[in-house]
């Protein structure tokens, strides 16, 4: 295809954004489909998959339910166990209660009006009973959380590249860039990523919506809105706390200029009215600004503080057991289930994954790795510095382009946290899925290769085929998970 077509085909892309995002979404799920079916032709390495769903009844399931209890793989056992039973061991606290929940709400809704088939191999089963439906419909809520991720990434670029004239084009590349994510299975599997990525792309468009807004009220309206999205992706998984970067980053920036106010030695005439062009508030709408950034703040923290409170009165202040001994973590300063159980069962800590036996992993997180720490070094420099390294900023000077600006700048800094905590305190594989989440290192992805960088082309490349041979893997219950 010559120079002209190729720019024609571009062209008519961003014109049907939304046509091209679900045509590219259904031909990348088809693939990753055909990926599963091929794995049927061999056995699992591990049969916990058909043993949690479909039970041990001494024959071997059909293809369709074979190739069902495929997605049932890893963690994913763990979420569709709490969706039939509810939490009942300590270490299933590890997994985010929402996903189950909805899994079993789904269900149940189906149930009273009729449409759960009457199949025995489709019925919502007990303790040992097979759940097919259960697994069905955590794919569905992955599949179609990942999709509306999709959709609301490019909006979320529409937003913040409003001034830059590549934006529609930028935001458009970014939203394909997650439509092939590395995590690949696992935004389709009944696993939290999708929709935490939903939730946190969701949280973020609230932001910027209140950076683009004319008035103080409506800015804060939305930020107390995007604390309350992000908390709920953290209610998902527990690495979406670091989303409340953003206010944090803020209420510092709202101090510091309320503190520069009060200490000036020289003063000048307040401001009678917010300017939506001006970066500097009154000082009444400085001090909403802080209450509203206060409980945007707790309500991201209440996404992992509500399920901890429930654990502590469940295991720390319920019944005791006279056979059980009470558990080590309630008499903790800080008594977190979660990061208990993370140590106790899985391994978790700092420097604990670092062991000779584990290099093949770092090395398989490391493209990841660096793609993120480099994309969030790149957006934490002021404007300028982004332009001079070629990262596509906001693209104007006026007060929403320049909250917008500190808004990605601290998105950067909560993905560059992440890549650090992921290789210094937890099993680093999981990079290449929670990665998933985090919109900065699309943008930059996707600035490479608007401007025709052959590293961007290079990590398209490496994307679509880590997601191809991880998802071989994972339908074959073969690490890495």
């Known amino acids: 295809m010559g120079t002209d077509g190729m720019r024609g085909h571009r062209q008519d892309a961003v014109a049907r954004p939304y046509q ?22 061999g056995d699992t390495y591990d049969t916990s998959g058909s043993l949690a769903v479909l039970g041990n009844h001494g024959h071997p399931p059909g293809f369709g339910a074979n190739l069902v209890t495929r997605f049932a793989s890893w963690d994913a056992i763990y979420f569709l166990t709490a969706a039939r039973r509810g939490y009942r061991f300590e270490q299933e606290w590890a997994f985010g209660a929402p996903l189950a929940i909805t899994i079993r709400a789904i269900i149940r809704a189906l149930s009273h009006l009729g449409l759960v088939a009457q199949d025995p191999q489709l019925r919502l089963g007990d303790d040992h009973g097979p759940a097919l439906l259960e697994v069905l419909v955590g794919i569905f809520i992955a599949n179609a959380s990942h999709l509306l991720s999709v959709i609301v990434l490019y909006r979320l670029g529409l937003v913040v590249w409003r001034s830059n004239p590549q934006g529609p084009l930028l935001s458009l590349v970014a939203a394909l860039l997650h439509v092939v994510s590395p995590a690949g299975l696992f935004l389709s599997a009944p696993y939290a990523e999708s929709t935490c990525a939903l939730l946190t792309f969701l949280g973020y468009l609230l932001y910027a919506s209140s950076c683009t807004s004319e008035t103080a009220a409506s800015r804060d309206g939305y930020v107390v809105l995007a604390g309350l999205a992000f908390g709920i992706a953290t209610s998902f998984r527990s690495n979406a706390i670091l989303n409340g970067i953003p206010f944090a980053w803020e209420v510092l920036q709202v101090l510091s200029t309320l503190a520069g106010r009060w ?24 001090v909403r600004r802080l209450l509203a950034l206060g409980v945007g703040g707790v309500a991201v923290a209440a996404g992992t503080l509500v399920p901890q409170a429930v654990a502590y009165q469940r295991f720390c202040l319920g019944p005791s057991d006279a056979d059980l001994p009470r558990r080590p973590w309630c008499d903790k300063l800080v008594p977190s289930i979660y990061t208990f159980v993370q140590r106790h069962y899985w391994d978790n800590g700092f420097l604990r994954y670092w062991t000779l036996s584990n290099i ?27 332009k001079n390294s070629g990262s596509a900023g906001p693209g104007s000077t006026d007060g929403a382009s320049a909250r917008l600006s500190t808004m990605v700048r601290s998105a950067a800094a909560a993905q560059a946290a992440l890549a650090v905590l992921a290789a ?9 899925r929670i990665s998933s989440g985090y919109p900065v290192w699309y943008w930059w992805v ?26 071989a893997l994972f339908t074959s219950f073969l690490p890495p998970a």
């Open 20 to 41: 091209t995002l679900a045509a590219s979404f259904a031909a990348w799920k088809l693939f990753l489909l055909a990926i599963a079916i091929g794995s049927c032709v």
């Open 263 to 286: 200490t000036s030695s020289t003063t000048s005439a307040p401001l009678s009215r917010s300017d939506p062009q001006s970066t500097t508030p009154t000082t009444g709408d400085a």
């Open 360 to 386: 093949p992993l770092f090395l398989l997180a490391a493209p990841v790795l660096v793609i993120m720490v480099k994309s969030g070094i790149d957006y934490l420099g002021p404007p300028t510095a982004q």
């Open 424 to 432: 210094l305190n937890h099993h680093v594989q999981i990079i290449t």
């Open 446 to 471: 996707a600035d490479k290769m608007v401007r025709g960088d052959m590293w961007g082309k290079r990590v398209v490349v490496f994307m679509v085929m880590y997601a191809g041979i991880q998802g």
